[in-house]
């Protein structure tokens, strides 16, 4: 007994020693690993990587707090899973049903009518506004309390996402009823907005930016397929995009993973700040027992093994794609975990395609921009380039160090990647057999022909109107006036009543002009050019806008004085059978 006894103290003391001496030699891994990172220049502590605050007035969070605060998504502080709901304003659920992500088909009448009434709307006039104000500061700090879980930032996040779509239907609205000035002005805001999350610590808030920017550009090649756009235009919405594809908010997203949410599995942080993730997880008390001193080497392996993963990840992002194959860059991107390390594979696997992503997104900007250059060819030229060629220089896909493929049919035009690691959604006819690749699709039946809508708007303006509002110069129009005024449209024919005797009009459209569709009206009999007034219209169902002048033909709806001669704009409502 005595024997056996010391046999079991004795291999007792050598498990302590070989424990000891796996504790110490695992434990330097791990100093090694923080060294390596210090090293290479990373922040190490939490007020390294959370940005500076911002002055208030300079603050564009603050207006978007005060939209989330009006679109609530639930009635908890932090994000809760299947949480009862709260209060939502209940146009903001509307409109956001009139996205569709990739979409490149017009709305119809019924719904531009349908989106002009919520656009009137209270509630959506404040939002749309403090959205135009946010923008106008251009920088956010949002000072979370990001310690307490990477689930916070989530309502916030998915509210971020939905004002970005909602300025992007906006866009596509206004671009639709010829209102060229304000669907770009609302695709800049989107640019801007959806840029806002660039200072968060969080690698899924810069994933976030990324999906922002994806709305943005649908409705920026939406809007230059109906507007030709000039050159400064054209440049100030590239200036918009650089940020976009700069690595560093998502280098400061994976540093920032390390740095707050690293420690609540490996430094024992979580049974107090991080108490409320930890508390969220069904293995809550595996990771307490996972801190206990017996499991301190197999723990020591996996946070040396976390550490050396985020260190490659974030090293991941200097290099050039093109130099690697796809097979050698899924090697980087995954790299080896060690088999012992239990958590590391959990909170690593989001990190391994941010890379991917972050170059997918620049793509994606590029492709843009060819698509914007084909429209531009067509507004310009009266025909889609028939090659990738007949488009002068354009961007080179970085991935691969070559052009992007580009292929014409009969109804479409396709521009897509030819790099195999990005996930696509576009689905392309290849040699017969369908593909789903990244790229983006120009529809080219979605630009209405000149005839065709000539005819369809011919058609539609006749009958009798009653004007609802009026202003010219930008001054109302009398009350008693308007209540009695009407138009009534026969054939190419315009009768306006009350009116002085001999006053009608001939008028013409031309739904296809560039940038707005043109109305003219010249008194019935007159040969004098001068007697013309030439304007603008939008013709959605039953409502007309006309914007019209004398001297100079007006290019948006407004009612302002130009060159001492004033805009006359007349909205008009068809009167009912």
Partial sequence: VTVLAKGVAGLMLLGIIVHTIAVIATGNHVRRAKENIKAAGYQMSLAEIIPPPLEESKNAAVELKKIFGLLTLGSNEMYSPGGSPGKVVKQYEELLKFYKAGSTTPYSDKQLAELEELFSKDDLKRIFQLLSDAASKKEARFQRQYFRGPGLPLPEMGHHRSVCRMLAIRAQYEAQVGNKVDALRLVREGLIVGELMK?????????????????????????????????????????????????????????????????????????????????????????????????????????????????????????????????????????????????????????????????????????????????????????????????????????????????????????????????????????????????????????????DSLKRDQAAIQGKWKVVAMKAAGNPGPDNVIAVMKYEFKGNRLIITPAEPGTDYTFKLDPSSKPTATFDMTPVGSKKPDDTMKGIYVLVGDQLKLCLAKKKRPTEMRAEAEDGFGQVLIELQREKP
């Fill in 199 to 451: 200072t968060e610590p969080i690698l899924m808030s810069q994933l976030a930016r990324l999906a922002n920017l994806k709305v943005s550009l649908e409705a920026l090649r939406f809007v230059s397929a109906r507007h030709e756009l000039t050159d400064s235009e054209l440049e100030s919405l590239n200036q918009l995009l650089i940020p976009y594809a700069d690595a560093e908010p998502m280098i400061r997203g994976i540093n920032g993973e390390r740095v707050l949410f690293g420690q609540w599995f490996f430094e024992e942080r979580h049974t107090a700040e991080g108490s409320w993730l930890i508390g969220t997880l069904p293995n809550a008390a595996f990771f307490r027992l996972y801190h206990w001193y017996p499991f301190r080497p197999v723990y020591n392996v996996d946070h040396s093994s976390y550490l050396n993963h985020m260190l490659k990840q974030l090293q991941f992002f200097k290099v050039d794609l093109s130099e690697l194959t796809a097979e050698e860059v899924e090697e980087v991107a995954q790299k080896k975990i060690s088999r012992f390390a239990l958590i590391t594979p959990m909170v690593a696997s989001s990190l391994e395609d941010a890379r991917i992503r972050l170059e997918q997104s620049r793509s994606l900007s590029d492709m843009t921009m060819i698509a914007i250059a084909c429209n531009q060819y067509r507004h310009r030229k009266g025909s889609y380039p028939e090659v990738l060629d007949d488009l002068g220089p354009v961007p080179t896909e970085k991935a691969t160090g070559k052009p992007y493929n580009f292929q014409k049919t009969e109804d479409a035009i396709y521009i897509y990647s030819g790099y195999t690691l990005y996930n696509g959604s576009l689905t392309i006819d290849l040699n017969g057999k369908e593909n789903k690749l990244h790229g983006v699709k120009i529809t080219t039946a979605s630009v209405p022909d000149k005839e």
